[in-house]
């Protein structure tokens, strides 16, 4: 185990890392179930299956990015989170309307509504990052900073397999 690799929850890496195996031992013959419906079928449902539906509020991306004015030569953001996380997305991508800078959510607990509230540390508060359209892997929890730039640069899970693009329709995990 590498330095890096110390910081984080030893058994996570290892279960993320056996299940990466396991996903490319079964290779080419893997045919996720969402590339089996119809784009008419993905948009009829609101989130893909398996996936959180939560309301979230907070500050428009494309908001901050109109006060930042990023130059012509950006085209990618890497988000920073706290303790050495960091994750790379499109700037297009997070020029998205229904991407948040999200400081509070509509939290429901055993089915109980109990209204909007700060997002805590346990959920990735104070801020972080939502992009709907992607797996979360691609919004930074307890996010720290953000830096605009040129060029791709894989972040913390993408070194370690994730895919880079991570669309949950396409069922885009992994990197093959």
Do not use: C
């Not at 080419?28 to 539906?53: M, N, S």
């Not at 309301?55 to 012509?72: C, E, H, I, K, N």
């Amino acid at each position: 185990m590498t330095n890096e690799q110390a910081q984080f929850n030893p058994k996570m890496l290892a279960a993320k890392v056996k299940l990466l195996e396991r996903f490319r031992r079964d290779g080419e013959g893997f045919q996720p179930a969402t590339l089996q419906t119809t784009p008419a079928q993905r948009a009829a449902r609101r989130v893909p299956q398996g996936q959180l539906d939560v309301q979230w509020g907070g500050v428009r991306f494309a908001d901050l990015a109109a006060l930042v004015m990023p130059t012509s030569k950006a085209h990618f953001v890497v988000q920073h989170g706290a303790e050495g996380y960091s994750t790379n997305t499109p700037l297009d991508e997070l020029m998205d309307d229904d991407v948040l800078l999200a400081d509070e959510f509509v939290l429901e607990l055993n089915g109980k509504n109990n209204g909007w509230q700060p997002i805590p540390t346990e959920r990735g508060g104070p801020l972080r990052t939502i992009v709907p359209k992607l797996y979360a892997w691609k919004g930074s929890k307890f996010l720290i900073g953000l830096r605009f730039q040129e060029r791709d640069e894989p972040g913390f899970w993408e070194t370690r397999g994730y895919h880079n693009h991570a669309d949950p329709w396409r069922n885009e995990r992994y990197d093959r």
